[in-house]
């Protein structure tokens, strides 16, 4: 019988970043804009500015509220920064490996914050290794460095150009240098990365970057658009110039922000995602409809869904499972007796509202199914009559290479189960899972500019490497 495992540390590159220029509070929006990117990555969090030539860093496991006290923001002087959040496992190498980077080289003093996952980052770095490089951590953000460094160019710019189109996979990079700052996105655009403007103390305009728009709503920062796939920006005194450093790709937007990863209140490749998420559950509710009393979704990643899969289907949405938001790493359990609450720490469901229903039950992916079975037998113990599981993605049936979280092949439930073996492994009275044609309909994907990897296997870049991936991914898995 297929037995999945808890979700663990995976591969660690779910991650958010923030870039501003040109702002005398520069750390303390950079805070800001970090604090607004949380749910990309809860693990380590760290800022770098930049006052005259010097780089002050700081970075900590933990939350972002938790580790930039007023104390560490005063410590981060300069009117220009960059900032970074991320999901990673615990201890030391943990911090190791938490960003920006910070180093010194012959172009200059350089600071580096990345998001995504370079798929050929292990054969760069054997080879700079076989050349004398020496890294201090295992992230694959320091090989962007070490390829600045060696390369002849003489400029910053030049020898990022340089190191980018060595690199393959996905990368939104924000770069903070001495007197600019560069950001880049791989010629894909598998994540996002979006620009905008906010006006400075002075009267004059500032820019801004982030993963998320929600970064910029908190900041008073107006969103502009997105730093394009392949496309290179540089922010200095002379102002903003925008320049492709590689051929043009066909593009691969990571569907994924769409369905979970990203905030309901961002706009993400140019679409807001709540609109997305909406008409997920719309076309889930007609591709899946049953008959039944109440729809409740599985806080908070299923709320959108299931509000539109209530309105399509004209069945009243309850918020019948309520989450607990504080719990944190710091939960210590009290004693060995009444270990493993498993779900129950983070849910809690409401009787009154479950007796006797028949409930649709809607959440954004099942991926090892672990989570999912214990809240249907969590509200099926409420007393909920019948429990019909509706998923608003296709089945997950291969790991993401390119930044988002995912087990190996083996823990992936759907890889190697039927929809109906899965739905008996849950426990649910039916289950159904969206078609990837409305998925694809879902984020008006018209021009196939959407990675779809995770439901179809098909990978939009060459893997020569795919053991090397998949067995890193075994080994963190
Ligand atoms: P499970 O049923 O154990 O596969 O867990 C599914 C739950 O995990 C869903 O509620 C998802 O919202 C959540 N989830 C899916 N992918 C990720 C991810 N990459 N990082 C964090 N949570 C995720």
Redesign the pocket.
């Known amino acids: 019988m297929f037995e999945p495992t808890e979700?663990q540390d995976g591969f660690h590159d779910?991650c958010g970043v923030f870039a501003i220029y040109g702002h005398p509070e520069a750390a303390n929006l950079t805070y800001l804009g970090l604090y607004a990117l949380q749910h990309r990555g809860q693990e380590s969090a760290g800022i770098a500015s930049i006052d005259g030539n010097t780089i002050h860093c700081h970075k900590s496991m933990g939350h972002v509220a938790d580790i930039f006290t007023p104390e560490v923001l005063g410590s981060l002087p300069g009117d220009h920064a960059i900032g970074h959040t991320r999901y990673s496992t615990t201890g030391d190498t943990a911090l190791l490996n938490a960003q920006p980077f910070s180093v010194a080289c012959n172009k200059g003093k350089v600071a580096v914050a990345h998001n995504g996952n370079i798929t050929n980052a292990g054969e760069l770095r054997r080879e700079l290794e076989r050349e004398g490089s020496i890294f201090q951590a295992s992230s694959d953000t320091e090989v962007i460095l070490h390829l600045v460094a060696r390369s002849r160019e003489r400029t910053l710019a030049g020898a990022l150009r340089e190191a980018l189109l060595q690199l393959e996979g996905a990368f939104s990079l924000v770069f903070l240098a001495e007197d600019r700052i560069i950001v880049a996105r791989d010629p894909h655009g598998f994540r996002p990365l979006a620009f905008g403007q906010m006006e400075l103390p002075g009267g004059a305009l500032g820019y801004v970057f982030a993963s998320e728009t929600c970064a910029f709503d908190l900041i008073n920062a107006v969103y502009l658009g997105d730093v394009e796939p392949g496309e290179m920006v540089i922010v200095s005194r002379e102002g903003m110039t925008r320049e492709r450093y590689a051929p043009i790709r066909d593009h691969a937007h990571c569907v994924f922000e769409h369905v979970?990863f990203s905030r309901p209140d961002s706009i993400v490749f140019g679409r807001p995602v709540e609109e997305s998420r909406e008409k997920l559950g719309r076309l889930l509710a007609r591709e899946h409809a049953v008959e039944a009393d109440i729809i409740v979704p599985?806080p908070d990643?299923?709320v959108a869904a299931a509000l539109g899969y209530a309105e399509e289907s004209g069945i009243p949405f309850r918020q019948a499972l309520i989450r607990n938001h504080y719990v944190g790493r710091t939960f210590i359990e009290p004693s060995q007796a009444i270990r493993d609450f498993g779900v129950k720490l983070k849910l809690n469901p409401v009787r009154h509202l479950l007796e006797g229903k028949r409930v649709v039950l809607v959440?954004?992916?099942?991926?090892?199914?672990?989570?999912?079975?214990k809240i249907v037998r969590m509200v099926r113990s409420a007393g909920a009559r019948e429990v019909h599981l509706r998923i608003s993605c296709p089945p997950t049936i291969s790991p993401c290479f390119y930044g988002?979280?995912?087990p190996s092949l083996a823990e992936l439930?759907a890889a190697n189960n039927t929809v109906e073996e899965i739905r008996r492994f849950v426990e649910a009275d039916t289950l159904g899972y969206l078609s990837l044609a409305s998925l694809r309909e879902a984020v008006e994907d018209r021009n196939h500019d959407y990675c779809y990897a995770c439901y179809t296997g098909n990978y939009p870049t060459d893997l020569v490497n795919i053991q090397e991936l998949m067995a890193a991914k075994d080994r963190h898995g």
């Open positions: 979700r779910e979970y599985v990643s299923g959440d954004d992916s099942l991926v090892r199914g672990t989570t999912s079975r988002v979280d995912t439930i």
